[in-house]
């Protein structure tokens, strides 16, 4: 039996405009499409049992910038076709295209859309579908797409068919962080101490996962005409050349780069090896990545008290969670001791 002998209603599958066919990261810009049948990697859920009916896409560029109106297109094209199943993605490790598909997963499970997506298990789009989406996680690229497409389409079928899927070890996807009553074959002190013999064996598990770390904004700072502030950015901005070799993706490390006598970030000396956007226009002007030039004119005006000689510099594209929170309390740990004030944080 396929998924469409037992769906209720059409399958719908949300891509980006890569996976659309619409273009790279010229066309990152465009405007929510919708389309007939499957596109690519919905030939490949096509294959696997579960036959997109429409397929609905956005470029990365225009649900990060217009996210209101493109939610507001794309919702009301589900409203209209009230979907047995959305499909979104995979987004492998992309972090736009992998946000876009877990907003869309949030607020579709808000309308009873049932939601199955796929992507890293780092990926911004886990955080954002809040539970709402069942996550089967994916390598950082399209080379996953055999592994994960077939777990994808099981789920999809079976969410179609109005089942409950299994558990997240079963089935292969991320544990939503929802508790939900169930039926147990053992007590409860049966599968405690099952889980301390696991411990005391080596093997530490769990049956409710924890959710994210929240990091609380530290308080404002109530007089920026005194204190040093600093520039940090993950943009992969570093010396022409990358003479230090910072990962274009996946960073675990990170770089300070004096700028003392500097009023402004040369195009011949910085550039961005960030492998997550389009670094054109940004190699054009490298203080559009590190706002060298205007921070200079607000330490000129007395609005800071000085800008710290140096920048930081990582890359924030598919960086695990773990490496990102070694980074930023490495480079916090740098900035207390060179007694810094603020900083200017810039991203992508």
């Known amino acids: 039996m396929t998924a469409r002998d037992v769906t209720r209603g059409p399958v719908v599958h949300y891509v980006n405009q890569f996976f659309a ?7 990152a810009g465009h405007e929510p499409v919708r389309i007939g049948g499957p596109v690519g990697p919905g030939r490949a859920l096509a294959a696997a049992g579960l036959a997109p009916d429409v397929t609905i896409a956005c470029g990365d560029d225009r649900f990060g910038e217009h996210e209101t109106a493109s939610l507001a297109t794309l919702l009301g094209w589900l409203a209209e076709l009230r979907p047995a199943v959305l499909v979104c993605g995979p987004a492998f490790g992309s972090g736009r295209y992998g946000y876009a598909c877990g907003v869309l997963a949030r607020e579709a499970g808000r309308l009873g859309i049932p939601v199955v997506t796929s992507m890293t298990a780092d990926s911004p789009g886990v955080i954002a579908a809040e539970g709402a989406a069942y996550v089967v996680p994916s390598g950082p690229n399209v080379a996953a797409m055999k592994d994960v497409v077939p777990i994808v389409a099981r789920l999809g079928a079976t969410l179609a068919a109005r089942e409950r899927p299994g558990s997240a070890d079963d089935e292969g996807y ?122 200079r004119e607000l330490e000129r005006e007395g609005a800071i008290g000085t800008l710290h000689d140096a920048f930081y510099t990582t890359s924030g594209v598919d960086t695990p969670v773990a490496s990102a929170t070694a980074i930023g309390r490495e480079i916090a740990s740098d900035l207390r001791e060179a007694q810094v004030g603020a900083v200017i944080l810039t991203g992508t």
């Open 21 to 27: 066919g619409l273009g790279g990261e010229e066309a």
């Open 174 to 295: 991320l544990p939503r962080a929802r508790r939900v009553n169930v039926l147990a074959e053992r007590t409860a002190a049966e599968r405690a101490i099952e889980l301390v013999l696991a411990k005391l064996g080596g093997v530490v598990r769990t049956e409710i996962e924890p959710s994210a770390d929240l990091v609380h904004p530290a308080p404002a700072v109530a007089d920026l005409s005194t204190v040093a502030v600093a520039l940090v950015t993950e943009s992969g901005c570093v010396p022409v050349g990358n003479p230090d070799r910072l990962p274009t993706r996946r960073a675990s490390t990170w770089f300070r780069y004096p700028i003392d006598g500097l009023v402004s970030l040369d195009a011949d000396a910085f550039t961005s090896v960030h492998a997550g956007f389009d670094t054109t226009f940004a190699n054009a002007d490298p203080n559009r990545l590190v706002p060298l030039d205007a921070a």
